[in-house]
C-alpha cells in the first residue's frame, strides 16, 4: 500500500505539487492522470524517495520512506520515467546488478532472473547485451529490474511512453498479472484511455493538485456524463493537454 | 560496503567491454606519451649524433683563388665539390636546396692575402634551416682556425710572440652527470606518466556519471535501498582501477622505449629501469584516488557525455600547471613543496631518475596531500549525490 499525505513541493517560485494526499491499495492498480507538467513526476519522485517533501509525508506499506529510506525502498519496485539500460550488460546482468543492490543473490538471484524471464518472455534476448534492444525489450528489461526484489508495491513513471501499440498490451497485461497477485500498482499517464482501460482507481492531478480521487465507475456516476472521456474532462475542467 | 563492491564490479565489467574506454585506457593514454617521447629522443639524439661524426660538405666557387685555404679544408677533411658561381647564384642554389652551404672565393682575395690585408671570402647559408645553419657554424669554426694559423705564422714572421694576441684563455668546464643532462630530456616525462594516470580513467568517470544520467538508467540506480555514498565509493574504486593499469602499462611501456633510446651515445643515462618504475609506480599511487576523485566530481556536475568530456579535458591539463611552474623557476626538491599534489610527483619522480637521495619524509608528505585532497573532493562528490539536483 502506498500513502501520500498532503505532500507539498516547491522548485523556485513554482509551487510543483500542493497538498496531495491518495492511497493506493493493494491488489488494485491506480493510475495517476494529468496533463504534461501537471505534476505527476514530482508526487511520484516524491513516493520513492528521490525528491524530499516541503512537507507532508509517504509511507510504503506504513513505512515512512524519508525516516526508513532503505527499508522502505525493499518494498518498492520503481519504473522511473527515464528507464534506460546498460547497453554493455546483457538483459541478465542488468537485472543481476539492481538485484544485487537490492541485497538479493546467489540462488534466490538465479531463481528470481528465470521466474521473470518466463513471466515477460525475456528468453529470446536475456543473455544480449542491451545495446540493441527494441523498446518493447528495454522496458520489459526495466520492469523486470523493478520486480527483481519481489515488492508489494510498484511505481511507474508513464511507461507507456514510446511503446507501439504491441508492447503496449504486453505491458498492460503485465500490470493486471501484479494486480492479480495482489500487489499495489501505481502508474502515472497522460492517457486518458489507458487509464480508464487499467486502473480500478484514478487520482486526478492538475497543477499540482488532486482533482479528483475515486474509482473510475463513481467518476463517471457522479458526473452523469454519457462516456468516461467526457467525464473526465468535466473533472479537469480548463486543465488541457489530457489526450 | 557490500554495495560498493558490487558497484565497483558493475563498472568495471561494463567498461572493460567498452571499446572507446578500453581504447582510452588501455592503448592511447599509456602508450601514446612512451612512443611520442621515444621518437622524438631518439630522432633528436641521432641527429646531433651523426652531424658532428658526418664529413662537412661545402661548395666552393674559385678554389683556384685560393689554393692554400683550400688544401687546408680538404686536410680537415671538408668534402668539398667545386663549382663556379657568382654570388646571386649561389644565393638561388642555397635558396632553391641545390647546395647546403657556398664559400665564395673572389678573384681579390689572391692580391690582398698576399698584401697581408684582410682577404674577403663569402659564405651562403641559410640560417633558417636548422642543417645548413649547423653547417655554416662549422665551417666557420674551420676557417676561423685557418686565419688564427696564418696570423700566428704572420706574428713570428715579424718577430712577434704570437701569444701576444692571446689575452684571454676560455676553457670550458661542464659539472652536469650524465644522468643529470639526461634529466634535461626526461623532465616532462612525468607530465606523460601523470596523463597516462588520468587517460586510464577518464571515461569511467564519465560513463558512470554522465552516462548514467545520459542513458537514462541513473533515476532507476538513485531508487534502490543503497547509500549514495557506496554508488559514489564503486565508481570511483572502479575508476581508480582503471588508472592504475594505465600507470603500469605506461611506465612499463617508458621502460621498454628506454632500452631501444641511444642516450649513451650524448654522454646520458636514463635511470629508468624496472625497479625505478616500480618506484615512480608507488610515487604515482596517491595520485591516482586523487585524480579519480577530481575526474568524478567534475564529471557529477555535467548534464551529458559531451559536456562531461569538454571539462573533464581541461582537467587533464591541470597536472601540467604546476610542472611548468617547476620547470619556469627551475624548482628543485624541496619539503615544502610536497604538499602540492603533481609538482610534488614531479620533483621526487626526477630526483629518482637523476639518483639523487629521496628522503622518505618527502614521499610521505606528498602521498599524505594527495590522499588529503582525494578525500575531500570524495566527500564533496557524495554530498553532491545526495542532493536532489542530481536528478536533473
Excluded at chain 1, 513554482?14 to 505527476?40: C, H, P, Q, W, Y
Excluded at chain 1, 494486480?179 to 486526478?204: N, T, W, Y
Excluded at chain 2, 683556384?64 to 680537415?76: C, D, I, S
Excluded at chain 2, 605506461?250 to 651515445?265: D, G, H, I, N
Amino acid at each position: 500500500m502506498i500513502e501520500a499525505a498532503h505532500l507539498s513541493k516547491r522548485f523556485g517560485a513554482i509551487e510543483a505539487v500542493r497538498d496531495v494526499s491518495f492511497v493506493a491499495r493493494d491488489g488494485e492498480i491506480t493510475g495517476m492522470l494529468g496533463a504534461n507538467g501537471a505534476g505527476k513526476s514530482t508526487c511520484l519522485r516524491m513516493l520513492y524517495g528521490v525528491l524530499t517533501p516541503d512537507s507532508g509525508r509517504a509511507c510504503i506499506d506504513g513505512i515512512d520512506i524519508r525516516g526508513e529510506t532503505s527499508k522502505a525502498r525493499a518494498h518498492l519496485g520503481v519504473l522511473p520515467h527515464a528507464a534506460g539500460l546498460y547497453g554493455n550488460l546483457t538483459a541478465r546482468e542488468n537485472i543481476h546488478y539492481f538485484g544485487s543492490l537490492q541485497g538479493i543473490a546467489g540462488d534466490p538471484l538465479r531463481s528470481r532472473t528465470a521466474e521473470l524471464t518466463r513471466i515477460l518472455g525475456m528468453e529470446s534476448f536475456i543473455e544480449r547485451r542491451a545495446k540493441g534492444f527494441s523498446q518493447g525489450q528495454r522496458i520489459k528489461v526495466a520492469l523486470a529490474r523493478a520486480l527483481v526484489h519481489d515488492p508489494g508495491n510498484i511505481v511507474l513513471d508513464e511507461p507507456t511512453n514510446g511503446l507501439d501499440v504491441m508492447a503496449i498490451r504486453n505491458l498492460r497485461d503485465m500490470l493486471l498479472a501484479l494486480k492479480a497477485q495482489g500487489r499495489c500498482v501505481l502508474f502515472s499517464s497522460h492517457v486518458m484511455q489507458e487509464v480508464a482501460a487499467l486502473c480500478d482507481r484514478v487520482v486526478i492531478i492538475g497543477h499540482g493538485e488532486v482533482l479528483a480521487d475515486a474509482t473510475v465507475q463513481s467518476i463517471r456516476d457522479r458526473s452523469g456524463a454519457a462516456s468516461l472521456e467526457e467525464a473526465f474532462l468535466q473533472v479537469l475542467g480548463d486543465t488541457a493537454g489530457v489526450s | 560496503m557490500r554495495a560498493l563492491f558490487i558497484v565497483f564490479r558493475k563498472e568495471f565489467l561494463e567498461n572493460l567491454r567498452d571499446r572507446r574506454t578500453l581504447l582510452s585506457a588501455l592503448l592511447l593514454g599509456p602508450l601514446f606519451g612512451p612512443l611520442l617521447f621515444g621518437l622524438m629522443v631518439s630522432r633528436m639524439l641521432n641527429q646531433s649524433v651523426v652531424e658532428s661524426d658526418e664529413p662537412l660538405r661545402l661548395t666552393i666557387s674559385g678554389a683556384e683563388n685560393a689554393p692554400g685555404l683550400t688544401r687546408y679544408l680538404e686536410a680537415r677533411g671538408v668534402k668539398l665539390s667545386k663549382a663556379n658561381l657568382s654570388e646571386n647564384e649561389a644565393r638561388a642554389a642555397v635558396r632553391g636546396g641545390s647546395a647546403h652551404v657556398v664559400l665564395i672565393i673572389p678573384k681579390e682575395y689572391g692580391p690582398r692575402f698576399t698584401a697581408a690585408a684582410p682577404a674577403p671570402v663569402l659564405l651562403v647559408a641559410d640560417s633558417a634551416d636548422s642543417q645548413t645553419r649547423k653547417s655554416a657554424d662549422r665551417a666557420r669554426v674551420i676557417l676561423g682556425g685557418y686565419a688564427n694559423g696564418i696570423a700566428q705564422l704572420r706574428l713570428q714572421a715579424r718577430g712577434v710572440n704570437p701569444l701576444l694576441a692571446v689575452p684571454v684563455a676560455v676553457n670550458d668546464v661542464d659539472v652536469a652527470t650524465p644522468t643529470g643532462r639526461a634529466v634535461v630530456v626526461l623532465g616532462f616525462m612525468t607530465y606523460f606518466v601523470l596523463f597516462a594516470v588520468l587517460m586510464g580513467g577518464l571515461y569511467l568517470a564519465i560513463d558512470s556519471t554522465a552516462g548514467e544520467r545520459e542513458r537514462g538508467s541513473l533515476e532507476a540506480l538513485l531508487s534502490l535501498p543503497a547509500a549514495r555514498s557506496s554508488l559514489v565509493g564503486g565508481k570511483i574504486l572502479a575508476t581508480c582501477a582503471y588508472m592504475c593499469i594505465s600507470l603500469a602499462l605506461s611506465l612499463t611501456a617508458f621502460v621498454c622505449v628506454f632500452r631501444f633510446v641511444p642516450l649513451e651515445k650524448l654522454g646520458m643515462s636514463a635511470n629508468l629501469n624496472a625497479r625505478t618504475a616500480l618506484i615512480f609506480f608507488a610515487v604515482c599511487l596517491p595520485f591516482v584516488p586523487l585524480g579519480a576523485a577530481l575526474m568524478t566530481f567534475v564529471a557529477s556536475f555535467t548534464r551529458s557525455y559531451r559536456e562531461a568530456q569538454t571539462y573533464l579535458t581541461a582537467v587533464l591539463l591541470v597536472p601540467t600547471l604546476p610542472i611548468a611552474f617547476a620547470s619556469i623557476y627551475s624548482l628543485k626538491t624541496k619539503s615544502s613543496l610536497m604538499f602540492i599534489p603533481s609538482l610534488s610527483h614531479h620533483l621526487l619522480m626526477t630526483s629518482v631518475l637523476k639518483d639523487e637521495a629521496v628522503a622518505p619524509l618527502d614521499v610521505w608528505v606528498s602521498a599524505a596531500a594527495s590522499l588529503a585532497v582525494a578525500l575531500v573532493l570524495m566527500v564533496l562528490t557524495a554530498r553532491h549525490w545526495r542532493r536532489e539536483t542530481m536528478l536533473g
